[in-house]
């Protein structure tokens, strides 16, 4: 009994050691991502693909790659969905930086972010899983309630924001999206709400693939 209680002591401490250094840990990490300075040509380069986008719309892609790296680190490690077009092209960019890439990884998520495109996903509801945890995951940083949102997040928002046309789109109105898709034409929308659901989803907007089933080729899937 006199040993029982030291080490049920020591056990108890190495499991909070272990707790707090985690927090930590993510704390840095998320500093990291949010102080880290992208290379200027990622800019140059998305502006080649879409000439159409202003100087402070790129800062808005910039921004929208820095949450997507958010997402991916407080995702516990699953895979996460790419939810906009264009930040996947910036994400693209900031690949081919592969030596600042592979550092910016080690640093913000302990690992190399692999890029798989949606269509080698084993099955599409693990592309279903990685939209809707992208969903969660950006309402809570953003604190908008997941199941009945008031405005998208903006990872979420910014290809119809930024007049994207192959890009993903999503409305908040599902009745809306629902009578349009139904009417003869294809929105190639989601409806937010539904991508906040824990299970199966109703409606025609609401499964929604990796990063969108609208946008032709689907963006891609941040995991190991």
Request: aromatic fraction near 10%; proline fraction near 4%; hydrophobic fraction near 40%.
């Amino acid at each position: 009994m006199d040993l029982i209680l030291p080490i049920i002591g020591v056990f108890l401490s190495a499991i909070l050691f272990v707790i707090v250094f985690q927090k930590v840990l993510v704390m840095r990490r998320e500093t990291f991502i949010k102080e880290y300075v992208f290379p200027k040509t990622i800019k140059t380069n998305v502006a080649k693909t879409y000439p159409h986008l202003k100087d402070f719309e790129l800062d808005q892609v910039m921004r929208g790659l820095r949450d997507y790296f958010h997402l991916i680190s407080l995702s516990h490690q699953k895979m996460i969905a790419m939810p906009s077009q264009v930040v996947d092209i910036a994400w693209h960019e900031f690949i081919l930086f592969t030596r600042e890439y592979d550092k910016f990884c080690s640093r913000a998520l302990g690992r190399f972010l692999h890029h798989s495109p949606a269509e080698t996903m084993k099955s599409q509801n693990i592309a279903q899983a990685g939209i809707k945890r992208a969903w969660r995951i950006a309402c809570h940083l953003e604190r908008i309630n997941p199941f009945l949102p008031k405005r998208l997040p903006v990872i979420f928002a910014l290809d119809a924001l930024l007049n994207i046309e192959d890009g993903f789109h999503y409305q908040l109105d599902c009745m809306k999206l629902s009578i349009s898709s139904s009417g003869g034409g294809s929105t190639g929308g989601h409806c937010g709400s539904h991508i906040g659901c824990s299970s199966g989803c109703a409606g025609s907007a609401g499964d929604g693939g990796c990063a969108g089933d609208g946008g032709g080729s689907g963006g891609g899937c941040g995991g190991d």
